[in-house]
């Protein structure tokens, strides 16, 4: 039992929706971050939270955003949905600048 | 910029066999180097890590040393078991950087 949690795990939109990922991380870990896995690839950092700001970005588009709750939970939101962004959606917890020990199981996105 | 490549895979063992999973990255300045490990079904989890040249960071039976003369960061196990059956992802984490470069992935199965 790693902790982090993911919801839903299974998602299907088109192309042009809008779609919120969720994350509830483990306890006392303050810092959320959410990678994206395409099939067969390895994860790509899309961005991380502290304390419930935005603490670092890679290389994604402003149509990704996120927010992070007092509890430390975190949404992922997606907008203007392209096919290209049907992937693994990965969260990971840890506490103040720490590498992850843990991801969640993740959301598998499809953009038909 | 970093990146982190590893072995082509699929890799393919029997139970008790030795295992090598090559990993090579690019990198300035001076990276940390992490094994995650993928268990069917699961999130990924931290099995082993090493923060600076010859550090050998160990777990569950598997070894990987820092050799920054050849930038690498091989993953080794002595006997495998068919528990070890995964997707294994090599990855390095600038200093001060608060993402995570992960390989492509390398998928093990071992058969009894």
């Known amino acids: 039992e790693t902790g982090v949690t993911q919801s839903p795990t299974h998602l299907i939109k088109t192309r042009g929706q809008q779609v919120t990922l969720r994350c509830s991380s483990q306890s006392g870990h303050n810092t959320v971050s959410w990678y994206q896995q395409a099939l067969g690839q390895g994860p790509q950092f899309i961005f991380q939270?502290?304390?419930?700001?935005?603490?670092g970005r890679g290389n994604f588009p402003p149509r990704f955003s996120g927010l992070q709750f007092p509890n430390y939970s975190s949404e992922l939101n997606v907008n203007a949905l392209e096919l290209d962004d049907s992937a693994l959606y990965l969260c990971?917890?840890?506490?103040?600048?720490?590498?992850?020990?843990?991801f969640g199981p993740g959301t598998r996105l499809t953009v038909l | 910029g970093n990146s982190v490549t590893q072995m082509e895979g699929p890799v393919t063992l029997s139970e008790e066999a030795f295992l090598t999973i090559n990993c090579t990255y690019t990198?300035?300045?001076?990276?940390?180097l992490f094994w995650y490990v993928q268990y069917p079904g699961e999130g990924l989890q931290l099995l082993l890590k090493a923060t600076k040249a010859d550090d050998k960071g160990s777990n569950k039976g598997f070894e990987a040393t820092y050799r920054k003369e050849t930038t690498s960061f091989h993953l080794e196990k002595g006997s495998v078991q068919v528990s070890d059956s995964a997707v294994y992802f090599c990855a390095l984490n600038d200093q001060g950087a608060q993402k995570l470069v992960f390989g492509q992935g390398t998928r093990l199965t071992i058969n009894p």
């Open positions: 990198a300035t300045g001076y990276p940390s």
């Open positions: 939270y502290y304390r419930e700001e935005e603490n």
């Open positions: 990971a917890s840890s506490s103040s600048y720490r590498v992850p020990a843990y």
